[in-house]
């Protein structure tokens, strides 16, 4: 069920889902020029930190053990956003952003529980700009600020400025208690890995 | 009492992240990215300088030395919930 947003503010009311900063104001008024709130989703704006893959030699191999957190890392490049000086993503090219607002989705309050999914805005959509392909979800107890994966798929330049409005937020209630998927355990070889 | 697990430490991808790794039971490895508040270590880590440090870890099952623990974050490899020695953890206040 998605929550309307009437619902999504009562959640933010009550802690049920808490973004810092908070998307202001909650409702368009005369005069107001923009409202992060549509009848469903919250725009969310983009941080000031990308990160650029680098070129190499190197292959990521998921199946070898390792350390591959640290290969990702060591092999792109951080580069913080300016005000008025934005990131020109040109065509075909795929950067790491992230929000720049913090997303806790807490389950200490117990049921119903809250996940969310992050989707692209259509404005962007039409030029090309793809801000996530494969990894929309935000579990219930997630606490952070989400990763953008950012590709042009355009034909022209598509300039990054920090702050702009980059993503929207869908709020999903949970139906049901928790357990932890005894599928995470996949990978381990014994037994004892499904404890 | 929070729990801890023993890992090593490297700068991540964004300043607020750290890649981190450590081992499971059956000494393969594990990794994955995890914000600065749910690590403990006690120098700044580079990338060419890895630390050792803590990383927040909440039980959830126990057998004999093994715990099955779930990450603040999914590894790589397997998931959030994995199984490690229970003389891997460290208790801190």
New interface residues.
């Given amino acids: 069920m998605i929550l309307s947003n009437i619902e999504i503010h009562k959640a933010l009311d009550e802690g049920r889902l808490v973004i810092e900063p908070e998307p202001k104001p909650r409702y368009k008024e005369v005069g107001v020029k923009y409202c992060p709130y549509d009848t469903h989703t919250i725009d969310l704006k983009l941080g000031d930190e990308i990160t650029i893959p680098k070129e190499g030699t190197y292959a990521y191999d998921f199946m070898a053990s390792g350390n591959v957190a640290d290969l990702i890392a060591k092999n792109s490049e951080k580069r913080t956003l300016i005000p008025d000086q934005p990131y020109r993503l040109k065509t075909g090219d795929f950067v790491l952003a992230q929000t720049l607002e913090t997303i806790k989705l807490p389950i200490d309050k117990g049921p119903p529980y809250l996940a969310a999914r992050i989707e692209g805005k259509s404005s962007r959509a039409r030029c090309g700009l793809l801000v996530h392909f494969t990894a929309p979800t935000v579990h219930p107890e997630w606490e952070g600020q989400l990763t953008l994966e950012i590709i042009n798929l355009g034909k022209t330049p598509f300039l990054l400025h920090s702050g702009m409005a980059i993503a929207q937020l869908i709020i999903e209630q949970v139906y049901g208690e928790l357990k932890s998927n005894p599928s995470q355990f996949q990978k381990q070889s014994t037994p004892e890995g499904t404890l | 009492m929070e729990e801890w697990l023993k890992c090593?430490i490297?700068?991540?991808?964004?300043?607020?992240e750290y890649?981190?790794?450590g081992e499971?039971?059956?000494d393969?490895?594990f990794?994955?990215?995890a914000?600065k508040k749910d690590l403990k270590f006690s120098e700044e880590p580079t990338?060419d300088k890895?630390v050792k440090g803590l990383i927040r870890i909440v039980q959830?099952?126990?057998?004999d030395d093994?715990l099955?623990v779930?990450l603040p974050r999914?590894t790589?490899?397997?998931?959030?919930?994995?199984?490690v020695k229970k003389e891997q953890l460290k208790k801190a206040n």
Avoid: W, Y
């Fill in positions: 090593t490297t700068p991540g991808q964004f300043s607020g890649a981190v790794q499971m039971f059956d393969t490895s990794s994955l990215f914000p990338a890895p959830c099952a126990q057998k093994l099955l779930n999914p790589f490899e397997n998931g959030r919930t994995i199984t």
